[in-house]
Structures are given as C-alpha cells and as structure tokens.
C-alpha cells in the first residue's frame, strides 16, 4: 500500500498537481478553469476552458500557467 502512496506523490511532485476546477491564468488566454487532466509527468495535457477563447488543450510543461 505504501508503494500506491509514494507513487501518487510522485506525479504531484511531476507538476500534475492541477485539478478539475480550479482557476488559472495563463500569459496569452488569460483567467481560465481546469477541465481535464490526461497522461503525467512530461505528458501531461490539460483541459482548460478560458474566458476570452473558450476550450484549450495544452500541455503542462509548456503551458505556462499559474494556479489564482
């Protein structure tokens, strides 16, 4: 058990620390919610619907946003 508690932790640490309906910002698109999460790590790929431009899907690491 204590293995699945250490590998949860592990994909927090990665940057997927993101969740289902909470706000963001990003430089470009602006004020947005998460949507969806899919894949970890290096993989991972948000959903995020913004204000101004509607439905993205980006991926984590380049995505550049910041948690409001």
Known sequence: EDKGASSASNSADSGSSYRGGEKVTHPKFGAG????????????????????????????????????
Not at 56 to 68: D, S
Request: no cysteine.
């Open 33 to 68: 919610t998460v949507v969806g999460i899919t894949g970890q790590g290096a993989r991972a790929e948000l959903t995020v619907v913004f204000d101004s431009v509607g439905a993205k899907r980006l991926l984590l690491k380049y995505a550049n946003l910041e948690k409001l």
